[in-house]
T-cell receptor, first 117, second 111 residues
Framework: DAEITQSPRHKITETGRQVTLACHQT?????MFWYRQDLGHGLRLIHY???????NKGEVSDGYSVSRSNTEDLPLTLESAASSQTSVYFC????????????????FGEGSRLTVL | TQLLEQSPQFLSIQEGENLTVYCNSS?????LQWYRQEPGEGPVLLVT?????EVKKLKRLTFQFGDARKDSSLHITAAQPGDTGLYLC???????????FGQGTTLQVKP
């Protein structure tokens, strides 16, 4: 069965360190997204990609970067981790782009819980 | 800034009770999705509504899209412990095409 997997599921790091969260999907979806989830804020979009070599900033992109070298993977990098980046991170993929060619159902991974001390 | 306001934020009820969760905005949405998220997992899509006034049923769950496409509701009849989780609405804003999430409603159904 097709799926989307995130790793690591749990990570503790120190302020200032670089951290990369991996996301791998076997749905063959062109569209991939990174969200962070914090209590009271729901899901907020960090970065997204509509295809290989395409990346775009979301509403909370400061301090994060992504790269898309193939269809399956969209790693999220925190260049210099800050305590404010302690959160649960979700990767998602979609076969269509919401509002462009469909309603854009998102298929989510199980999340990566990051703690920055 | 476009916002989707969900209410209530937290709800704790006994098994067998009915409940309604609301998702409201001042913006118009071309479609609206409802997701359920269980602890330690990612959200999973329950339903998508696209037409003003549309009603969809999924077993004991009834979803409605407002006539003006600015609001939606989720009604659960005879709630069961298995309904426990975080319910998220997400709308595609008509003017921007962006998908916006509400803050979520945490539901606890006690046996």
């Amino acid at each position: 069965d097709a799926e989307i997997t995130q790793s690591p599921r749990h990570k503790i790091t120190e302020t200032g360190r670089q951290v990369t969260l991996a996301c791998h999907q076997t749905w063959n979806h062109n569209n991939m997204f990174w969200y962070r989830q914090d209590l009271g804020h729901g899901l907020r979009l960090i970065h997204y990609s509509y295809g290989v070599q395409d990346t775009n900033k979301g509403e909370v992109s400061d301090g994060y970067s992504v790269s898309r070298s193939n269809t399956e993977d969209l790693p999220l990098t925190l260049e210099s981790a800050a305590s404010s980046q302690t959160s649960v991170y979700f990767c998602a993929s979609s076969p269509v782009v919401a509002g462009v060619s469909g309603t854009g159902e998102l298929f989510f991974g199980e999340g990566s819980r990051l703690t920055v001390l | 800034t476009q916002l989707l306001e969900q209410s209530p934020q937290f709800l704790s009820i006994q098994e067998g009770e009915n409940l309604t969760v609301y998702c409201n905005s001042s913006s118009v949405f071309s479609s609206l999705q409802w997701y359920r998220q269980e602890p330690g997992e990612g959200p999973v899509l329950l339903v998508t509504v696209v037409t003003g006034g549309e009603v969809k049923k999924l077993k004991r769950l009834t979803f409605q899209f407002g006539d003006a496409r600015k609001d939606s509701s989720l009604h659960i009849t005879a709630a069961q412990p298995g309904d426990t989780g975080l319910y998220l609405c997400a709308g595609v804003a008509s003017n921007t095409g962006k998908l916006i999430f509400g803050q979520g409603t945490t539901l606890q159904v006690k046996p």
